[in-house]
């Protein structure tokens, strides 16, 4: 009889899978899975036999490349707004993979304690979901985070030292290793080194190593669908395809222009489409 779980860890060559009955099983991947190069990430959902081999893998309903998970519906990109410092830009970058890959996505802004809040309301401003946090009040109310992050897989994305750990111990009352960062360097330490799946009732969410420059490998017309609070405008552009750069008659460039449209987030998408592939 085989028996169906979801893979919560990986660690050197084991696989940790939960079935519906709450039970973990330690497994090792079958030779004909390694011959056919198919490698189990944390979220897929696998059969495995009582021998503890992890025999098969199901079909992936989404797959996230940077942090590699698969099946994951919703994306809490953590932001602190100091210590590390704001970027409006790594912000942009992450919203735009997120986005290309159609998943949902919510905006954690941490360190509201430490840091200017206008991100949070720039961010509120084009649409997005957003939450300030301050994570060091334990009794702080994250009811509102709670109740976007059920029924749901979740993962925390970010860079290092931003508070991804500190926000998951907070949400589902869990101790896991967190460090303060370097001040000299102004960024964390790579606390967390391994992605694994965490839950409480009906919360599930992945905590991930936080890693910080990444290429963004999209096209200039993939990016330019990967801006989701973009559309709304760009229906009115004159032409289907508009890159919304030299375009004459671009409705997305004249909401830039008359204020609407957050000054940083076309600059940065104008950024982007420069480094962009063809
Ligand atoms: N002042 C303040 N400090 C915070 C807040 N959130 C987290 N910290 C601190 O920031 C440091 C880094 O937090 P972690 O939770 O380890 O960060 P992380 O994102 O998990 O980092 P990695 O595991 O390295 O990716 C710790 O010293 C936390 O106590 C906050 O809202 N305010
Ligand atoms: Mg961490
Ligand atoms: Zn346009």
Same mark, same amino acid.
């Given at each position: ?125 084009? =649409?997005?979901?957003?939450? *300030?946090? %301050?994570? +060091?009040?334990? !009794? /702080?109310?994250?009811? #509102?985070?709670?109740?976007? @992050? ?12 931003? =508070?991804?750990?500190?926000? *998951?111990? %907070?949400? +589902?009352?869990? !101790? /896991?290793?967190?460090? #303060?960062?370097?001040?000299? @360097? ?93």
């Amino acid at each position: 009889m085989l028996k169906k779980g979801q893979v919560i860890k990986v660690i050197s060559g084991f696989f940790d899978v939960k079935t519906k009955d709450n039970l973990v099983y330690r497994l090792r991947g079958s030779g004909s899975l390694r011959t056919k190069k198919l490698l189990p990430i944390v979220g897929d959902y696998v059969l495995f036999k009582e021998d503890l081999i992890l025999c098969e893998i199901e079909k992936r309903n989404s797959y996230l490349i940077r942090p590699k998970v698969a099946n994951v519906d919703q994306v809490v990109i953590v932001m602190s707004l100091s210590q590390p410092s704001f970027s409006y830009i790594l912000l942009d970058k992450f919203l735009a993979i997120i986005q290309y890959q159609e998943l949902d996505v919510i905006i954690v802004f941490t360190k509201m304690d430490l840091g200017d809040n206008k991100p949070y309301f720039d961010y509120l401003s084009q =649409g997005f979901k957003c939450f *300030l946090i %301050n994570n +060091l009040l334990k !009794n /702080e109310n994250f009811i #509102d985070l709670k109740n976007e @992050l059920k029924n749901k897989l979740n993962v925390f994305t970010g860079q290092s030292g931003v =508070g991804k750990t500190s926000l *998951l111990n %907070n949400l +589902l009352n869990l !101790n /896991e290793k967190t460090n #303060d960062i370097s001040l000299a @360097l102004g960024r964390g330490k790579h606390t967390t080194r391994v992605v694994e799946i965490f839950e409480l009732d009906d919360i599930k969410i992945i905590d991930t190593p936080g890693f910080g420059k990444f290429d963004l490998e999209l096209t200039k017309s993939q990016l330019s669908t990967s801006f989701f609070d973009f559309k709304i405008w760009s229906k009115k552009c004159k032409f289907i395809s508009c890159l919304h750069f030299k375009e004459e008659d671009c409705e997305v460039k004249r909401q830039y222009q008359n204020g609407s449209l957050l000054k940083t987030r076309y600059e940065n998408y104008i950024k982007m489409l420069m480094e962009a592939k063809k």
